[in-house]
Nanobody, 126 residues
Framework: QKQLVESGGGLVQPGGSLRLSCAAS????????IGWFRQAPGKEREGVSC??????????YYANSVRGRFTISRDNAKSTSYLQMNNLTPEDTAVYYC?????????????????WGQGTQVTVSS
């Protein structure tokens, strides 16, 4: 019954913003780190960000390509993680996934994550 459901994707113009949500159920959400990943057609799966179970300073990680533009957060009372994406470019176009891990790895390797949602499409185009 463990489940992760992404939402909030859609079509946005370059320079715009989107806020993705990852809603969890069926497990103790607050004990897990949450990672966000993305995959564009013809490209490898790429780690975007990760937040630890606490989400305190020093417990978040970002890919260089999104640092300064994206912000990861979580609301344990709602069993939900968020990815705020600002100043979007066409290079951000991808299917975005959230996933669980015991701990964040600074390199954001996708194979370190255990359970995945189905993804939500983000398209950045004028």
């Amino acid at each position: 019954q463990k489940q992760l459901v992404e939402s909030g994707g859609g079509l946005v113009q370059p320079g715009g913003s989107l806020r993705l949500s990852c809603a969890a159920s069926g497990f103790h959400f607050h004990t897990y780190a949450i990672g966000w990943f993305r995959q564009a057609p013809g490209k490898e799966r790429e780690g975007v960000s990760c937040i630890s179970s606490s989400g305190s300073d020093g417990n978040t990680y970002y890919a260089n390509s999104v640092r300064g533009r994206f912000t990861i957060s979580r609301d344990n009372a709602k069993s939900t993680s968020y990815l705020q994406m600002n100043n979007l470019t066409p290079e951000d176009t991808a299917v975005y996934y959230c996933a669980t891990a015991n701990f964040c790895g600074s390199s954001l390797f996708w194979w370190e994550y255990d359970y995945w949602g189905q993804g939500t499409q983000v398209t950045v185009s004028s």
